[in-house]
């Protein structure tokens, strides 16, 4: 079993969507919960993290952990044809090295 | 402030050659991780480095792959004796830290190296 599991899809949905972006995951020491945005070659660049469970909330962009589901989730409101990318999903355990541990994935596209 | 720099972005290798990815942090980052994205799959750790010493390899394959992070110049990733398999991206990333208690310690990611063995 992956320690994050993550839906590779591919998404696609129409400009303004709202758009939900899901992944689960095994390792209970996991504290900290990231998602990165990649687009078509080129390195990912974090979006958004999270320290344990709860909300947090940028611009258009609502990222949400439930560790009691080991559930995390990534909301993006009006989405724009710029959106469009691999969404990654990453969680690190809160000490030491921090090494991100990914899953898969996710290609969304944001048809005009 | 450039940003986290690899070289070559793309690397070619016949089967038995030896591939050299480089990696230069951003400035003040002490802290360096390599990754390897295959194809359709998400990123994988490798290894993680500070000045002169390995301080995680969990990740790296236990034959044909070293890294390396000496005093001066950038961080190294070599694999010897390349297989069709070791086709992927390796992305490297920098950060500043060592993270203490509720630290998130951000990596920042270079644009990957992309090698192709023939």
């Known amino acids: 079993q992956k320690e994050v599991e993550q839906d590779p899809g591919p998404l696609s949905v129409p400009e303004g969507a709202i758009v939900s972006l899901n992944c689960t995951y095994s390792n209970s020491a996991f504290q900290y919960f990231m998602w990165y945005r990649q687009y078509s070659r080129k390195g990912p660049e974090l979006l958004m993290y999270?320290?344990?469970?709860g909300n947090k909330e940028d611009g258009r962009f609502t990222a949400q952990v439930d560790k009691s589901s080991k559930y995390i989730s990534l909301f993006i409101r009006d989405s724009q044809p710029s959106d469009s990318a691999t969404y990654l999903c990453?969680?690190?355990?809160?000490?030491?090295?921090?090494?991100?541990?990914f899953g898969q994935g996710t290609r969304l596209t944001i048809n005009p | 402030n450039a940003g986290v720099m690899q070289n070559p972005r793309h690397l070619v290798r016949r089967r038995g050659q030896e591939a050299r990815l480089r990696c230069s942090p951003m400035?003040?980052?002490?802290?360096v991780y390599w990754y390897r994205q295959l194809p359709e799959e998400g990123l994988k750790f490798m290894v993680y480095?500070?000045?002169?010493?390995?301080?995680?390899e969990s990740g790296m394959p236990k034959e044909r792959f070293s890294a390396e992070f000496p005093k001066e110049g950038p961080s190294i990733l070599r694999i010897q004796q390349v297989v069709r398999g070791d086709s992927a991206a390796y992305f490297c990333?920098?950060?500043?830290?060592?993270?203490?208690?509720?630290?998130?310690?951000?990596?920042?990611f270079g644009p990957g190296t992309r090698l192709t063995v023939l």
């Open positions: 400035k003040g980052h002490s802290h």
């Open positions: 999270t320290y344990s469970s």
């Open positions: 480095l500070q000045k002169e010493n390995i301080i995680d």
């Open positions: 990453a969680s690190s355990i809160i000490q030491g090295a921090q090494k991100l541990v």
């Open positions: 990333a920098s950060s500043p830290r060592l993270a203490g208690a509720r630290s998130y310690n951000e990596q920042f």
